[in-house]
Each structure stands twice: as C-alpha cells, then as structure tokens.
C-alpha cells in the first residue's frame, strides 16, 4: 500500500496540491487496504492518515502500513474528524484541501465548507486513473476471481435442467462461487433464457427454463475485494439454426479481439475489431453495446472499448472482451472474456470453453 500512496504524493506534488480528502470508499481500499465501512484518509504532500472511530481502530492498526491511524469521531474521542483534519492543516500551514467532488454529497459538501477554514478544490478521478494500472497483488486476486468463475461454468453445465427457473440457476451458481472461496457476486447474476436471451441485462427470472433454450449466463464474484467478470451462452437441446449462425459470428468476433488485443490500440480500435465484423456479417444493429470495459475494485472502471473511447490501452491494464447479438422474437448470444493487457499481446484471464455447448 505504501507504493500507492506514495505515488498519490508524487502526483499532489505534481500538481500542488498540498493535501487530499479522500471518501470514496473503494479509493480508501485501495490506498489503505482497509476493509471495514467506516473511515476516511487524507494524504499530504508527506504524510497519511487513516481517520476512523474505536470499533475500526485495531482492525486499521492491523491492515493498513503506511499510514497513521487517528480515532476520531464517537463517544470515545473529543476530536470530530474534521476537527483533526483542520488542525492537521493549520499546523502545516496548508490553506487548500482537494477533496472527491464526484463522491461527495451536497450535504457532506456543506459541513467541509462549515469546518474547514481552507480552500476546497475538487479533485476526483486521481485515484481511479492509478487504479487502471493493476499490481502484482491485484493480479493474482483478479485471477484467482476468474479461476472461480471458470470452474463455475463447469458446475452449472451439470447443474442446469429443463423445468429450473432463472433464479434457481442463478442461486446455484452464486452459491457455488461461495463454496470456492468468493464472498459475495460481483453483481446481480444474469440468466436470460429462450426468447428472454435477446435482453442483454436480462437478471434471472421466475421464467421456467425449458428445452430448445438459449441461455445467456453473465457473472461473476469477488474475491478479497477484487471482481470477475464473464459470459457464456449454452444451449438445452438444439437451438435451431439461426441462434447457432449468430452463436458462430459472436464467437469469432471475440475471438478476434482476443487474438489482436494489446496495448497502443485505443479503446476505440479494439471496439472496432468485434464491431465491424458483426456489421458485415448483418448484424450491426443487433450490437447494441460497447465491447468492453476495465473492472478491478469495482465492475466497471475505466478503460473502456467502445466506440466513443479514444485514449490508448496500455500493459497492466484490463479489459473485458464482451461482443453480443440480440434477436428481439429470436434470442441472443454473448460471450466475455476478461483480459489483462500485457507487454506485447494478452492474457485470457477466463480460458472457458467458447464452442457452442448444446446439453
Ligand atoms: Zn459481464
Ligand atoms: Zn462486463
């Protein structure tokens, strides 16, 4: 954690920004390491602190290197956190405080303002913009994220049976990834069968799962903190041929992004990829949706893929690989894989089968 804070001093330096209020809270995670629900952090130029009240103070004391902890706040402690976080500054003689305008409330915004003799400069999206670029440790937590939800795959191609609902799969399949290790889903799993596969955030249903379908199944988990992120689309019984044709294009439209994917292409380029292949197979208007988008701490991050996205990918980053086809009548397919930009190419972080599997 100390290479992140550090490299937020450098960046308030850079920028002369004497001292940052950060409240956001998956920005505290990623700074401190801390997991509970209650804390605040401010770094200067040449300190940081985690500012917490007493049920937290042990928990921070053992999680979070780098920073100093301050209880404040509660019955225990005569000093607010904006009382420390003033006093903090006037004995640095600091007249300016940045503070995270996209995640601070009107009302928290009020009581800054009311206790803080300093100039308030908003600042959001610093943190966000390190957080694009993972480590080592968040690799190996994002991996191990993936590894969870391929082995899940497995588990609900034996689960899944004709007269099942949605949400009885979808149960199945979030307790599963409990059962390895995960602690929660990374959001609300999607199953979209039959016809109701032609939405394509289509969460699980009481609709009954019946032979003939196409079912779309979009998931993931967290594990310590980290998401994962994938698609596949399988099929009970044969589908019938034009479901199996845009299965076939969605398939090599994904696995030509895979096979390109690197860094130096913009989001834009990479969109185009999977977009002007569908568009020439007759289905442009059926892709109604960006290719992809980064995640980590959080499902959606920047990078994105998409059409509108013209900054460069670069190494260290990720980015889902999520091309689809929607037949409003008919059904859809999607398929997504979760890649990590390395130096000269990618790693597919979810190798799951992509072949249409008809049970
Ligand atoms: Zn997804
Ligand atoms: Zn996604």
Same mark, same amino acid.
């Given at each position: ?13 850079s ?11 998956y ?10 629900t209650?804390?605040?952090v ?7 602190y ?12 053992? +999680?979070?290197? %780098?920073l100093e902890? *301050? ?27 940045a ?7 009107v ?7 009311e206790? $803080?003799?300093?100039e308030?400069?908003?600042f ?16 190996? $937590?994002?991996e ?12 609900? $191609? ?7 609902? =949605?949400i @009885?799969?979808?149960n ?5 990834? #409990? ?12 199953v979209?069968?039959?016809l109701r596969?032609a939405m394509?955030?289509? *969460?699980?249903s009481?609709?009954v799962? @019946? +032979? ?5 199944v ?7 903190g980290y998401?994962?992120d994938?698609t ?11 479901l199996k ?10 696995r #030509? ?5 690197r860094?130096?292409?913009t %989001? ?18 059926a892709?109604?949706h960006?290719?992809?988008h ?5 499902i ?10 013209? =900054?460069e990918?670069?190494?260290?980053? $990720?980015?889902?690989?999520e ?10 397919? #999607?398929? @997504?894989?979760?890649l990590?930009?390395?130096?000269? %190419?990618?790693?597919?972080l979810?190798?799951?089968? #992509?072949?249409?599997i008809?049970?």
């Amino acid at each position: 954690m100390e290479r992140r804070i550090n490299q937020l001093q450098d960046l308030l330096k850079s920028e002369g920004i004497p001292a940052f209020y950060v409240s956001n809270p998956y920005n505290i995670r990623y700074l401190s390491g801390f997991t509970g629900t209650s804390a605040k952090v401010l770094v200067s130029q040449e300190k940081a602190y985690i500012i917490t009240d007493f049920r937290y103070r042990e928990q921070a004391e053992k +999680q979070c290197q %780098g920073l100093e902890v *301050v209880v404040a706040g509660g019955s225990a402690s005569q000093d607010s956190p904006l009382a420390f976080i003033q006093r903090t500054l006037s004995q640095a003689c600091y007249d300016k405080l940045a503070f995270e305008d996209e995640d601070v409330s009107v009302a928290a915004y009020m009581a800054l303002d009311e206790a $803080l003799d300093v100039e308030l400069i908003p600042f959001s999206g610093a943190i966000e913009v390190l957080r694009q670029f993972k480590d080592d440790e968040e690799i190996a $937590l994002i991996e191990k994220a993936c590894d969870i939800a391929v082995e899940t795959y497995d588990f609900m $191609l034996n689960t899944v049976k004709a007269g099942m609902t =949605e949400i @009885e799969l979808a149960n199945a399949i979030d307790f599963h990834m #409990r059962s390895l290790g995960a602690s929660g889903v990374s959001f609300e799993t999607i199953v979209a069968s039959g016809l109701r596969s032609a939405m394509p955030h289509g *969460v699980a249903s009481h609709k009954v799962i @019946e +032979q003939g379908d196409l079912i779309t199944v979009d998931y993931g988990c967290y594990y310590q903190g980290y998401c994962s992120d994938m698609t596949r689309t399988f099929a009970l019984g044969d589908p019938g041929d034009k479901l199996k044709e845009i299965y076939a294009i969605v398939q090599e439209a994904n696995r #030509r992004v895979s096979e390109v994917a690197r860094p130096g292409l913009t %989001g834009q380029e990479l969109d185009a990829v999977a977009r002007d292949y569908i568009r020439q197979a007759g289905y442009g208007e059926a892709f109604g949706h960006s290719l992809g988008h980064s995640f980590g701490l959080e499902i959606h991050e920047a990078p994105n893929a998409s059409p509108s996205y013209d =900054e460069e990918l670069q190494a260290g980053q $990720l980015i889902t690989n999520e091309p689809g086809i929607y037949l409003e009548g008919i059904g859809g397919v #999607r398929i @997504e894989d979760d890649l990590l930009l390395t130096k000269d %190419g990618n790693r597919i972080l979810t190798p799951a089968s #992509r072949e249409l599997i008809i049970l």
